[in-house]
T-cell receptor
Framework: GDSVTQMEGPVTLSEEAFLTINCTYT??????LFWYVQYPGEGLQLLLK?????DKGSNKGFEATYRKETTSFHLEKGSVQVSDSAVYFC?????????????FGKGTKLSVIP | SAVISQKPSRDICQRGTSLTIQCQVD?????MFWYRQQPGQSLTLIAT?????????ESGFVIDKFPISRPNLTFSTLTVSNMSPEDSSIYLC???????????FGPGTRLTVL
């Protein structure tokens, strides 16, 4: 079945540091790929998405590129801020049983310190 | 994206009781989804709710434990029945976006069962 593997957390970075959170996936066909973010005490927010190979999703300074050859969708940001502290979930979406099914990774907790 | 609200935002319940969680969307949507997020874990899909038909449950979840209603295109409820401490989780509803491969999430209901 489909699966998403994220790097283990927690990740602690200083403000303005470079961020990479690795994500790889296993799926048949051509899934869409997503990053969701969950701020403390809140629900999930869609951060960015990519729907086909070599697409780059970007939002709020974050970006990720859909790499089919390596089945990866790594999240990057050039300069993190304290407000980026949250849990980040990588996910894939694939059509099945009449609707698109989302499969999530386990999440990576990011803490940014001043 | 749709604006999604959930009630209650949190609750503390006694074992053996039931809690009904409401999910309201500000626009008509075909598919609504219910997820469970156990402490420190990722999201697991409970069921998919299509208006006018029975919900479709994922493996490991049954209607007697998690009955779902979907009376119209903007509203759904999930009931957690005969609760035990193992049901302590965040319960989130989500809806399909305009592109059906994308889901948007409500803020979640944080449930603690004593």
């Amino acid at each position: 079945g489909d699966s998403v593997t994220q790097m283990e957390g927690p990740v602690t970075l200083s403000e303005e540091a470079f961020l990479t959170i690795n994500c790889t996936y296993t799926a048949t066909g051509y899934p869409s790929l997503f990053w969701y973010v969950q701020y403390p005490g809140e629900g999930l927010q869609l951060l960015l998405k990519a729907t086909k190979a070599d697409d780059k999703g970007s939002n709020k300074g974050f970006e990720a590129t859909y790499r089919k050859e390596t089945t990866s969708f790594h999240l990057e940001k050039g300069s993190v801020q304290v407000s980026d502290s949250a849990v980040y979930f990588c996910a894939l979406s694939r059509s099945g049983a009449g609707s698109y099914q989302l499969t999530f990774g386990k999440g990576t907790k990011l803490s940014v310190i001043p | 994206s749709a604006v999604i609200s959930q009630k209650p935002s949190r609750d503390i319940c006694q074992r053996g009781t039931s809690l009904t969680i409401q999910c309201q969307v500000d626009s008509q949507v075909t598919m609504m989804f219910w997820y469970r997020q156990q402490p420190g874990q990722s999201l697991t899909l409970i069921a998919t709710a299509n208006q006018g038909s029975e919900a479709t449950y994922e493996s490991g979840f049954v209607i007697d434990k998690f009955p779902i209603s979907r009376p119209n295109l903007t509203f759904s409820t999930l009931t957690v029945s005969n609760m035990s401490p193992e049901d302590s989780s965040i319960y989130l509803c989500s809806v399909e976006g305009q592109t059906t491969d994308t889901q948007y999430f409500g803020p979640g209901t944080r449930l603690t069962v004593l």
